[in-house]
């Protein structure tokens, strides 16, 4: 019994150390069915200025995260979308532009990325 026991306890300790490692994804729905659409939006618009570009209706409130071209995050404009997007890079104009949408992710040809997830 006791060496049974023991072997299925090295046993799982094998399968469990060989087993891959990798991240969870935080909104895997919405990444399963992301549409791209290429957008650019000058650097300084505001979020009203986005969806005029993008054509989202405003009903939707999305969070945004800027990241920079390393994938690190460093700017969040608040929930309310009042604040002007801006960024600190070499060209003026234009940034990177990623947003998701529920299910649509707008990609931009810039130099920022900036991400927007619906809560």
Request: aromatic letters at 10%; charged letters at 25%; glycine letters at 6%.
């Amino acid at each position: 019994m006791k060496k049974s026991i023991m072997l299925l306890l090295l046993l799982g300790c094998l399968i469990g150390c060989a087993a891959p490692s990798y991240q969870i994804d935080p909104f895997p729905a919405a990444r399963q069915k992301e549409q791209i659409i290429k957008a650019i939006v000058p650097n300084g618009s505001t979020y009203d200025d986005v969806i005029n570009v993008l054509g989202e209706p405003r009903a939707r409130k999305p969070f945004y995260r800027a990241i920079d071209a390393d994938e690190e995050w460093v700017y969040i404009l608040d929930k309310d979308l009042k604040s002007t997007i801006t960024y600190d890079n070499q060209s003026p104009d234009f940034y990177v532009l990623r947003l998701l949408f529920g299910n649509k992710k707008v990609v931009g040809s810039l130099l920022l990325p900036i991400v927007a997830y619906s809560y």
